[in-house]
C-alpha cells in the first residue's frame, strides 16, 4: 500500500518545530498504583510517581517493536556495517530488559540492512552532548525525511537513529533522547522521541539499554557536576543501570520495576505505623519461579511470589525503600549483597537527585578496582547488620537468610512516621 504522506510533510512538520526540548509533564495520565506508599506523580520530568502512568511514553510489558535506522554521511565512507553495528547493542539490550523484567518485556530489533546517506556532511550538524537546537532539529529533519521513504514508523513504538561512528563529526558523547515538544506525525502515529545514537563501535557497556530507559519514562540518576568534572555517580553508585552503564550491579531499582509494571501489587509491601514489621525480601535478581527464555535462547529470571521491595513513606513526597540485592542476573558482577536502601523523591527531576542510595556503611569503600563509586559499591546492610537511615529514624535489621536465598528483615518506621 502507497504511504499516505509525504517526504515533504515531514520536512514541514519538523521544520514548524522551533526546537526540541524536555517535555515536563504528562500529556494524559492512566491510575496505576493505589497503595498507600505510592508517591504521586508530578510535573517533575521522568517523575518517580508510581499513582498514574504518563501515556506519552511506551509501556513495557508485552512485545514492543524497535527500528534502527543507520545514517551515513558525504564526508565519510562507513567502516562498520549496519550489521555489526546492531551486534554491538542486541541481543545484550534486548537480554537486560529480559531478565529485569523477569520475562515481562521483551524488546524486539528490527534493524535496516543498509545506509541512508544524510544529504549533508555530518560536521554541518555540530553533534555534541550539549546540542544547539537548532543543529539537532535540522539532522532529525533530514533523517525522518530519508528514513520515511523505507521505515513505517506506525509499527515502531521505539525508534534509534544509528550514525556513522566514524564520521568526522560524530561525538559519541551526544547519544541521547531527544524528546519533541510538539509529537511528529508519521504514517498516521505520533513520534514523540527518538534515541539518537552516536556510540563508537565497539560502543560504552549497556549505553542503549540506558537510553532506552529514557523512552519508558525513567530518569536520569547520574550527578552531573557544574563543570564536568568530578564523581557523576554519587547519587547511586553501581546500583541501577540508570545511574551508570557501567556499574557492576546494574539492574534496576525495585522501584522502578514497580513503576514499569513488572512487580506485582502483592510484591510491594507498605511499612505503616510505628511498630516493627517482620518480612522476607526475595532478591531483587531471581525468583522461585521457573526461569523464562530470554532474548536469543539466554536465560532470564522467574518472578517469584514473594515481597521484592518494602518501602516507608516519608513525606508528601519521599520515601525510603528497602531491597535484597545479590550476585544474578543483571547484577551478576556485584560484589557485595545485603539489603539495599535508598531515598525517592517524586518531585525531583531527572539528574536532579530522584533516587539516593543510603550508605549503611559511610566510612568503608568497595571494590575500588570495578565500582563506578566505591564509597557506594558496599552500601547494602549485610546479613546480621541493623541500620537506622539517617534524617529519617527508620530502622532496618537483617536477621537471616532462609533455605532459597531470600533475605528476613525487620523494618521499624520513625515514630513520627
Not at 539537532?136 to 520515511?148: G, I, N, Q, S
Not at 549483597?337 to 523523591?345: E, I, K, P
Request: aromatic share 8%.
Amino acid at each position: 500500500m502507497p504511504k499516505l504522506r509525504s517526504t515533504a510533510a515531514v520536512c514541514t512538520t519538523l521544520s514548524a518545530l522551533a526546537a526540541t526540548s524536555i517535555l515536563t509533564g504528562p500529556s494524559v495520565a492512566e491510575p496505576f498504583s493505589t497503595a498507600p506508599c505510592a508517591l504521586h506523580r508530578t510535573a517533575a520530568h521522568h517523575s518517580e510517581g508510581v499513582d498514574s502512568w504518563n501515556t506519552a511514553y511506551p509501556r513495557p510489558t508485552g512485545a514492543l517493536d524497535a527500528v534502527l535506522v543507520f545514517l551515513s554521511f558525504p564526508d565519510a565512507e562507513p567502516r562498520t556495517t549496519p550489521a555489526e553495528l546492531t551486534a554491538d547493542h542486541f541481543p545484550a539490550t534486548s537480554r537486560f530488559y529480559e531478565r529485569a523484567s523477569y520475562g515481562r518485556f521483551t524488546l524486539r530489533p528490527h534493524p535496516l540492512k543498509h545506509w541512508l546517506r544524510m544529504p549533508r556532511p555530518s560536521t554541518s550538524y555540530a553533534i555534541r552532548r550539549d546540542w544547539s537546537a537548532e543543529d539537532r532539529a535540522a539532522y532529525l529533519r533530514d533523517a525522518f525525511a530519508l528514513a520515511d521513504k523505507e521505515v513505517d514508523f506506525s509499527r515502531y513504538p521505539v525508534v534509534y537513529f544509528v550514525a556513522d561512528p566514524d564520521a568526522p563529526g560524530v561525538d559519541s558523547d551526544a547519544t541521547k533522547v531527544v524528546n519533541l515538544d510538539t509529537p511528529l506525525r508519521v504514517d498516521g502515529t505520533d513520534v514523540r522521541r527518538v534515541v539518537t545514537v552516536f556510540e563508537r563501535h565497539p560502543p560504552d557497556r549497556l549505553v542503549l539499554a540506558h537510553e532506552t530507559g529514557h523512552v519508558f519514562d525513567l530518569p536520569d540518576l547520574y550527578h552531573r557536576p557544574a563543570d564536568g568534572k568530578g564523581d557523576w555517580d554519587t547519587y547511586v553508585g553501581d546500583w541501577d543501570l540508570m545511574g551508570s552503564q557501567f556499574g557492576m550491579a546494574p539492574d534496576l531499582f525495585a522501584w522502578h520495576k514497580w513503576r514499569l509494571g513488572w512487580l506485582d501489587p502483592r510484591q510491594v509491601a507498605c511499612v505503616r505505623g510505628t511498630e516493627p514489621t517482620r518480612l522476607t525480601l526475595e532478591p531483587l535478581a531471581a525468583g522461585p519461579g521457573v526461569p523464562v527464555q530470554g532474548t536469543g535462547g539466554a536465560p532470564a529470571f522467574g518472578l517469584g511470589s514473594g515481597v521484592k521491595l518494602a518501602v516507608v513513606r516519608t513525606g508528601e513526597d519521599s520515601a525510603v525503600a528497602f531491597e535484597a540485592r545479590g550476585s544474578a542476573g543483571n547484577d551478576g558482577a556485584s560484589c557485595r549483597q545485603g539489603v539495599l536502601v535508598y531515598r525517592v523523591r517524586g518531585g525531583a527531576e531527572s539528574g536532579g537527585g530522584p533516587v539516593e542510595v543510603v550508605d549503611s556503611h559511610p566510612h568503608s569503600e568497595a571494590c575500588w578496582e570495578n565500582s563506578v563509586y566505591p564509597p557506594l559499591a558496599d552500601a547494602p546492610v549485610a546479613l546480621g547488620e541493623s541500620f537506622t537511615v539517617p534524617g529519617e529514624g527508620v530502622k532496618v535489621e537483617v536477621e537471616g537468610r532462609t533455605a532459597s536465598g531470600a533475605w528476613t528483615v525487620k523494618i521499624t518506621p520513625a515514630m513520627t512516621a
